[in-house]
C-alpha cells in the first residue's frame, strides 16, 4: 500500500506590504531592480526601456503531447496561444521578443507543429530579435526554428530565467502563479504576476496551461516576505495584496 503524503501545513499569513506599483490605464507597472516593467493583461511583460516584449510557459503543442498518451484534446492550443502573441508584437512592436522558457511542451513538439502555425511563428521570429531561454519542458528544441536559445538573458539589471530562485532583478517563468482573491462576499481564481518589487514571476501564456496558487509553499522561498499578486481580469490587471489572497481548498 502506497503511502499517503503528509498534508502540507498552509503558509502563516503574514502581514506584507504591498509592491509600490502603479495602476496606467489597463496595465500595472512595477519598478524591478530599478527598471519599470509593465505587466500587460494578456499576461505578457513590457519592457518600455529595452523594446522587449517577454512571454513565458507557452507551451506550444501541449494537446498534441496528450493525444500521443490518448488524451484527447482540441488541437487547436498552438493557434490559439501564437495568434495571442502575434497581436502583441503587432501592437507594441518590439525589438527584442523573449519566450522565458517551456515554449514547447516537450522536445518534440516543434516537430508536430502544423505548417500554418510555424510559417507564423518563423515570421515573428524574422521581425525580431527573437530570444528562447531554455525550459526545463524543451531544453534547446524551438532553436531548429530560428532565433537564438539562452540559459539566461541579462537586459540591463534585469536578469531573465525560466526557474525562480527569488534573486534581487529576476524575471522568471516555470510555477505558473495564479491567485485566489477575496472580496464582495465571493473569491475569484485568475492567472496572475506575483512581485515583491524585487523579483517577478510570470503567469503561464500558454492556452492549455494551469495555475499553481501564489499561496502554495513552493512560492514561499522566492517571496519569503510575502507576494503581491498583478491580477489578469478579463481586460484589465488589478493589483491584490498579499492580505487579500486566499489558498485554494
Given at each position: 500500500m502506497l503511502a499517503?503524503?503528509?498534508?502540507?501545513?498552509?503558509r502563516p499569513r503574514v502581514s506584507a506590504p504591498m509592491a509600490p506599483v502603479a495602476i496606467v490605464e489597463k496595465c500595472v507597472e512595477v519598478r524591478i531592480a530599478g527598471t519599470m516593467v509593465c505587466a500587460l493583461p494578456d499576461g505578457a511583460l513590457w519592457l518600455e526601456a529595452a523594446r522587449a516584449l517577454v512571454v513565458s510557459d507557452l507551451h506550444f503543442e501541449k494537446g498534441s503531447?496528450?493525444?500521443?498518451?490518448?488524451?484527447?484534446?482540441p488541437p487547436y492550443d498552438t493557434r490559439a496561444t501564437l495568434a495571442r502573441v502575434a497581436r502583441l508584437v503587432a501592437e507594441h512592436q518590439p525589438d527584442?521578443?523573449?519566450?522565458?522558457?517551456?515554449?514547447?511542451?516537450?522536445?518534440?513538439?516543434?516537430?508536430?507543429?502544423?505548417e500554418t502555425e510555424r510559417k507564423l511563428l518563423q515570421e515573428l521570429i524574422s521581425c525580431t530579435d527573437w530570444v528562447w531561454v531554455e525550459g526545463n519542458h524543451d531544453g534547446r528544441a524551438p532553436e531548429i526554428l530560428g532565433g537564438a536559445v539562452r540559459d539566461v538573458l541579462h537586459i540591463g539589471p534585469l536578469v531573465l530565467r525560466h526557474e525562480p530562485t527569488g534573486a534581487p532583478g529576476e524575471i522568471a517563468g516555470h510555477l505558473h502563479p495564479c491567485a485566489k482573491v477575496a472580496g464582495r462576499g465571493r473569491s475569484v481564481r485568475r492567472r496572475c504576476f506575483a512581485t515583491d518589487g524585487q523579483c517577478l514571476v510570470m503567469p503561464a501564456f500558454g492556452a492549455y496551461t494551469g495555475g499553481l496558487n501564489v499561496c502554495d509553499d513552493a512560492f514561499a522561498p522566492i517571496f519569503p516576505d510575502g507576494v503581491t499578486a498583478l491580477v489578469l481580469g478579463k481586460d484589465r490587471v488589478l493589483p491584490a495584496p498579499y492580505a487579500r489572497l486566499l489558498p485554494d481548498a
Open positions: 499517503r503524503p503528509a498534508p502540507r501545513t498552509p503531447a496528450f493525444a500521443m498518451r490518448g488524451q484527447m484534446l527584442i521578443v523573449v519566450s522565458l522558457g517551456d515554449s514547447f511542451h516537450d522536445g518534440g513538439g516543434p516537430a508536430r507543429m502544423a
